[in-house]
């Protein structure tokens, strides 16, 4: 079948789309979007994590004719005019991108949240990461990251600095 939406912006067609395909597979294979990434399937990780109509979801779960008619947006929705969006530029000044494959995932969530609570409390921001997981690195530094990010995208950059919490995951345990 075929899929017609909107994609970061900018109308997007995938032809021979199988019906029990992804988004997922769909953004990445169809339509050149490798930014979402695939790294568990199931619903675990939140790498593959794009918006579908403003709202945030797992682009591996969501059937990819489920997506017609309505507003995708990537990882690489993100930036805005070729320049890093605030919590891009935060996740490489903090240090937390190590190999990467959950990053994208990271970017959009921190990215939903500071679009509704522009200056979050660090249980906001572990709640609002619950859902991604990473792999390699311990959780300090992606909370740095957002805190980071939301400093400057509220005009205040001053709060970027390392905090006490220790190495938990984003929910407050280890690993998420
Ligand atoms: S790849 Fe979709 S949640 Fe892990
Ligand atoms: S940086 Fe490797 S999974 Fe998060």
């Known amino acids: 079948m075929r899929v017609s939406c909107t994609v970061n912006g900018s109308p997007a067609v995938a032809d021979d789309v199988w019906e029990g395909e992804s988004l997922l597979f769909m953004l990445r294979e169809r339509l050149g979007l490798p930014g979402s990434k695939n790294a568990c399937e199931q619903g675990e990780c939140g790498s593959c994590t794009v918006y579908l109509d403003g709202a945030t979801v797992c682009a591996c779960l969501v059937a ?4 017609q008619g309505r507003d995708v947006r990537t990882v690489e ?3 805005a005019g070729g320049a890093l969006d605030a919590v891009q530029q935060a996740f490489i000044d903090t240090g937390a991108v190590q190999c990467g494959f959950c990053t994208p995932g990271l970017i959009v969530a921190p990215d939903d949240l500071l679009r509704r609570v522009p200056q979050p ?6 709640e609002a990461l619950a ?3 990473c792999r390699c690195t311990g959780y300090q530094k992606i909370l740095d990251a957002v805190r980071l990010a939301a400093a400057r995208r509220s005009g205040d950059d001053r709060s970027g600095g390392d905090r006490s919490g220790g190495d938990t995951g984003p929910g407050g345990g280890p690993g998420g």
């Open 77 to 79: 929705g993100i930036a």
């Open 121 to 126: 409390a660090d249980p906001e921001i572990r």
């Open 64 to 67: 990819a004719g489920q997506a």
């Open 131 to 133: 859902g991604n997981l």
